[in-house]
T-cell receptor, first 116, second 116 residues
Framework: AQSVTQLGSHVSVSEGALVLLRCNYS??????LFWYVQYPNQGLQLLLK??????LVKGINGFEAEFKKSETSFHLTKPSAHMSDAAEYFC??????????????FGTGTQLKVEL | KAGVTQTPRYLIKTRGQQVTLSCSPI?????VSWYQQTPGQGLQFLFE???????NKGNFPGRFSGRQFSNSRSEMNVSTLELGDSALYLC???????????????FGSGTQLSVL
């Protein structure tokens, strides 16, 4: 079964500092990986998606992630944190289901805190 | 284009009652998935509907059921509510056809269910 593991349930950075949120995946087939963000009392918003091809994926709000097969990682980064980035971030892997369609298997989430 | 709409936003029920949640997908999307989000278990896949048929189901008891209408709107029902059913229920939509496998899911803001 495909799964993802997010290291660090809470990450705190200073405004303007580098953001690094870690995600490792487990998959026997080439994975389709996603990063979603959840702001308080809201649903999930897609930040970026990796399918195949370029290993560096650029997303919204200045985020990007690099797919590293040798390390089975898909870490999320942003060069300079902003107060508005404070939220919970979820890494997810897509699984094709036997009935058709697909489901997302999520990591446990990383709460990002941005301090002045 | 309107996003995924979930109603109601908040619900308070007591143990033993039943509840129905509603989800209207993005126009043109025929697949609707439901996820449960709790602090303890994280985000878990409940089921997915496509063209009025339940195509896939997660590992939840039979008290959790759903349906999809011809306009792709979906409802989710939980019978004989338990305290542990308190959660944020999220629905997501995609086109759902085979050509769109592993495409991103668009999430609604969720229904926060509290069981007292």
């Amino acid at each position: 079964a495909q799964s993802v593991t997010q290291l660090g349930s809470h990450v705190s950075v200073s405004e303007g500092a580098l953001v690094l949120l870690r995600c490792n995946y487990s998959s026997s087939v080439p994975p389709y990986l996603f990063w979603y963000v959840q702001y308080p009392n809201q649903g999930l918003q897609l930040l970026l998606k990796y399918t195949t091809g370029a290993t560096l994926v650029k997303g919204i709000n200045g985020f990007e992630a690099e797919f590293k097969k040798s390390e089975t990682s898909f870490h999320l980064t942003k060069p300079s944190a902003h107060m508005s980035d404070a939220a919970e971030y979820f890494c997810a892997v897509s699984t094709i289901l036997t009935g058709g369609g697909n489901k997302l298997t999520f990591g446990t989430g990383t709460q990002l805190k941005v301090e002045l | 284009k309107a996003g995924v709409t979930q109603t109601p936003r908040y619900l308070i029920k007591t143990r033993g009652q039943q509840v129905t949640l509603s989800c209207s997908p993005i126009s043109g999307h025929r697949s609707v998935s439901w996820y449960q989000q709790t602090p303890g278990q994280g985000l878990q896949f409940l089921f997915e509907y496509f063209s009025e048929t339940q195509r896939n189901k997660g590992n939840f008891p039979g008290r959790f059921s759903g349906r999809q209408f011809s306009n792709s709107r979906s409802e989710m029902n939980v019978s004989t509510l338990e305290l542990g059913d308190s959660a944020l229920y999220l629905c997501a939509s995609t086109r759902g056809d085979s050509a769109a496998t592993n495409e991103k899911l668009f999430f609604g803001s969720g229904t926060q269910l509290s069981v007292l």
